[in-house]
T-cell receptor, first 113, second 114 residues
Framework: AQSVTQLDSQVPVFEEAPVELRCNYS??????LFWYVQYPNQGLQLLLK??????LVKGINGFEAEFNKSQTSFHLRKPSVHISDTAEYFC???????????FGAGTRLFVKA | DTAVSQTPKYLVTQMGNDKSIKCEQN?????MYWYKQDSKKFLKIMFS???????INETVPNRFSPKSPDKAHLNLHINSLELGDSAVYFC?????????????FGPGTRLTVT
């Protein structure tokens, strides 16, 4: 079984500042890792994913994440945020042989002017 | 050209009623899901179908019954609605194994039980 912990429920940040949203996971098997974003009153959409290969993954809207197997982490980063990045961000994990994706509790990123 | 669509977008009903939510995807995916998102944004898997076969059935009351008439459709019927059923319900789909493993979500159905 897998589990996901998003270490911050809310992250307020000023516009053009860098941000890091933290995610730790646990699993007894190999995993795939994902970050999704949910804008108000919308469904989730994929930001980026790690399946294999390079541990630094680049996604849409200037976001990137780094897979750290030894620390079982998959933190999301952006060097300079915009007001439009205000949203809920979900880290998710899926066992490589399974069907079920486990989502974290979400981190609300609030970008202030 | 909506990828995953759900109807209705909003559903307001009284306790004890029966209601259905419909989901369709035009991505050619063979796995579909229902999730429930509560007021704290926590996302919980309810059901999953792969090629019309039920593969995930989490601890969900029997009042909830999914139906997949074909690979492109997954509907959710809820009997005897309760106040605690109020939530946003999301349908999602994912490509066949060997694909990207990510999920594509619909816009959600906000269910309010009064």
């Amino acid at each position: 079984a897998q589990s996901v912990t998003q270490l911050d429920s809310q992250v307020p940040v000023f516009e053009e500042a860098p941000v890091e949203l933290r995610c730790n996971y646990s699993s007894s098997v190999s995993v795939y890792l994902f970050w999704y974003v949910q804008y108000p009153n919308q469904g989730l959409q994929l930001l980026l994913k790690y399946l294999s290969g390079s541990t630094l993954v680049k996604g849409i809207n200037g976001f990137e994440a780094e897979f750290n197997k030894s620390q079982t982490s998959f933190h999301l980063r952006k060097p300079s945020v915009h007001i439009s990045d205000t949203a809920e961000y979900f880290c998710a994990v899926k066992g490589t042989g399974g069907f079920k994706t486990i989502f974290g509790a979400g981190t609300r990123l609030f970008v202030k002017a | 050209d909506t990828a995953v669509s759900q109807t209705p977008k909003y559903l307001v009903t009284q306790m004890g009623n029966d209601k259905s939510i419909k989901c369709e995807q035009n991505l050619g995916h063979d796995t579909m899901y229902w999730y429930k998102q509560d007021s704290k944004k926590f996302l919980k898997i309810m059901f999953s179908y792969n090629n019309k076969e039920l593969i995930i059935n989490e601890t969900v009351p029997n009042r909830f019954s999914p139906k997949s008439p074909d690979k492109a459709h997954l509907n959710l019927h809820i009997n005897s609605l309760e106040l605690g059923d109020s939530a946003v319900y999301f349908c999602a789909s994912s490509p066949p194994s060997g694909g990207g493993h990510e999920q594509y979500f619909g816009p959600g159905t906000r269910l309010t039980v009064t």
